[in-house]
């Protein structure tokens, strides 16, 4: 079987986990700060908080923002649920946006038309790793006096405008998901220029604890810390941290080999008329997280009968990303029962991801290459 996808973990990271575990901090402590600090530096952000995962953070980051019940946040429906699960944490209500079908990311034109008096943010998504028109929707937040956040899950190692993403917001939300390009097991980061911000997510994370770990076990005197206000068990254990700084270490390593072996696809499939494949825009750098394609009604088979037949052949594919308003949970809510986004719909409905990962053999790549040729191909 080639799988659709495989963590990059080795002897190093191994090491470091044992190491780790050997020095009895085993939940929040020196390594995630030292974790943070080192992603930090590398998005160029003023800061980073370490979370127990995207999701976690994103809900960390609406609290921060001020997002409340009552508030609309508009985000793309094409997007993995936990984007609009995290708006509805806070009882606010997602209002789902179309995307561009060339990048699967949040449209801005279409974005800035849903934007009503209730609107509090903007929550884009760097889709599997392609970034959104940051500058675009940072117009118009500042127009319409929003706030920008970035789910930035599958994005780590991506750029914009030379930028990596993670510096260009005050808000950005990174998963260390064994899917994405580097991994923690589970994990997140949300990095921010916002002292405030910071400080406040420190805070919630650890259930509104007024002094950390590190600091009370280090004291020579008693503490005794108070709880400020109503917070989470948000917190990334050291043993990850010691994992992500050393795969932190390879991320620009494994985003160039993951777009050496995009080429291999985008050259040998380039040929084929009923697909299409993911565009960059100037100024985009994407990881390259997934590898997507679009079927077209003129393909001799359907997208679902294209993952059967891969699958017969021993090769692993997924199903586009969803649209969040068709899941159960979205369209048997009256707010959401009725809502049509014919862009997301068929974008979702009629691509399929095919594998890649970091080592991927050449002959394993031939194989998938040849595979969609056979089976696309009139």
Not at 33 to 52: I, L, N, P, Q
Not at 195 to 204: I, Q, T
Not at 220 to 234: A, L, M, P, S
Not at 301 to 306: A, E, H, P
Request: glycine share 6%.
């Amino acid at each position: 079987m080639i799988h659709i996808a495989k963590p990059y973990l080795t002897e190093d990271e191994a090491k470091a986990a044992h190491d780790t575990i050997l020095t009895n901090w085993i939940t929040q402590g020196p390594r995630v700060a030292e974790f943070e600090e080192k992603f930090a530096a590398y998005t160029g952000s003023k800061y980073a908080v370490a979370v127990s995962n995207c999701t976690t953070g994103l809900h960390l980051a609406m609290i921060v923002a001020g997002v409340k019940a009552g508030d609309e946040v508009i985000c793309p429906s094409m997007s993995y649920i936990a984007t609009a699960n995290s708006i509805m944490y806070v009882g606010a209500t997602p209002v789902f946006a179309e995307v561009n079908p060339k990048t699967y990311c949040i449209d801005p034109a279409d974005a800035e038309q849903r934007i009503t008096p209730k609107t509090k943010a903007i929550l884009i998504v760097h889709q599997i790793g392609m970034p959104a028109d940051i500058d675009a929707f940072r117009a118009i937040c500042d127009k319409h006096n929003l706030v920008l956040i970035e789910d930035a899950a599958c994005a780590a190692g991506s750029s914009y405008k030379g930028k990596k993403i993670g510096a260009h917001s005050d808000l950005v939300c990174f998963s260390f998901h064994p899917r994405k390009v580097i991994t923690t097991g589970d994990g997140g980061m949300v990095t921010t220029n916002n002292e405030a911000y910071y400080n406040r997510m420190k805070l919630l994370r650890q259930h509104g604890m007024s002094i950390n770990d590190r600091v009370r076990h280090a004291s020579t005197t008693i503490i005794f810390e108070d709880h400020i206000e109503v917070g989470y068990n948000y917190r990334m254990t050291d043993i990850q941290a010691a994992v992500g700084i050393k795969q932190l270490e390879k991320l620009d390593w494994l985003v160039t080999e993951r777009r050496k072996i995009a080429d291999k696809y985008y050259a040998a499939l380039a040929g084929i008329d009923c697909i299409d494949m993911m565009y960059e825009p100037d100024g985009c750098f994407t990881n390259q997280q997934s590898f997507p394609l679009y079927i077209k009604k003129s393909s001799p088979i359907n997208r679902n009968d294209f993952m059967q037949k891969m699958l017969d052949k021993g090769i692993a594919t997924r199903r586009g990303i969803m649209t969040s308003h068709r899941e159960t949970a979205y369209s048997t809510n009256p707010d959401f029962a009725n809502l049509s986004l014919p862009i997301s719909e068929d974008a979702a409905d009629n691509s399929v991801v095919i594998p890649l990962y970091v080592p991927m053999d050449d002959a394993d790549i031939q194989t998938v290459i040849t595979a969609v040729k056979e089976l696309l191909s009139k």
